[in-house]
């Protein structure tokens, strides 16, 4: 995927969350291709966040496809978006896991 290309969609995944995220600040997004167990294509999705997993609500996680994907297709990207939630803190701590 062309660099300018991962900008535009960690930009406009960044802003769709951080309208739903009102008390977690969110860090960074980094995005890239991949594919799941039978070929089809997926966008491995990173969002690392300020404070700590109790500070996110679980129901905004949840909805984060639901509200990303429609934005993706109108930049046309069609591959589905797979999403990680990482604390900062966890980063910090050296612990690279999903929320």
Same mark, same amino acid.
């Given at each position: 995927?062309?660099?300018?290309?991962?900008? =535009?969609?960690?930009?406009?995944?960044?802003?769709?969350?951080? &309208?739903? @995220?009102? /008390?977690? =600040?969110?860090?960074?997004?980094?995005?890239? %291709?991949?594919?799941?167990?039978?070929?089809?294509e997926?966008?491995?999705?990173? !969002?690392?966040f300020? *404070?700590?997993?109790?500070? !996110?609500? &679980?129901? =905004?996680?949840? *909805?984060?496809?639901?509200?990303? /994907?429609? %934005?993706?297709?109108?930049?046309?990207?069609?591959? @589905?978006?797979? @999403?990680? @939630?990482?604390?900062?803190?966890?980063?910090?701590? *050296?612990?690279?896991?999903? &929320?």
């Amino acid at each position: 995927m062309p660099m300018d290309q991962t900008r =535009k969609i960690a930009k406009v995944i960044r802003e769709t969350l951080a &309208a739903d @995220f009102d /008390r977690t =600040k969110i860090s960074d997004v980094s995005v890239r %291709k991949g594919e799941d167990a039978d070929g089809d294509e997926l966008l491995r999705i990173e !969002v690392v966040f300020e *404070g700590t997993v109790e500070d !996110v609500d &679980a129901s =905004k996680i949840l *909805g984060a496809v639901r509200q990303v /994907r429609p %934005k993706l297709i109108e930049l046309g990207e069609n591959a @589905f978006p797979l @999403f990680s @939630f990482i604390a900062q803190g966890d980063i910090s701590a *050296g612990r690279r896991e999903p &929320a």
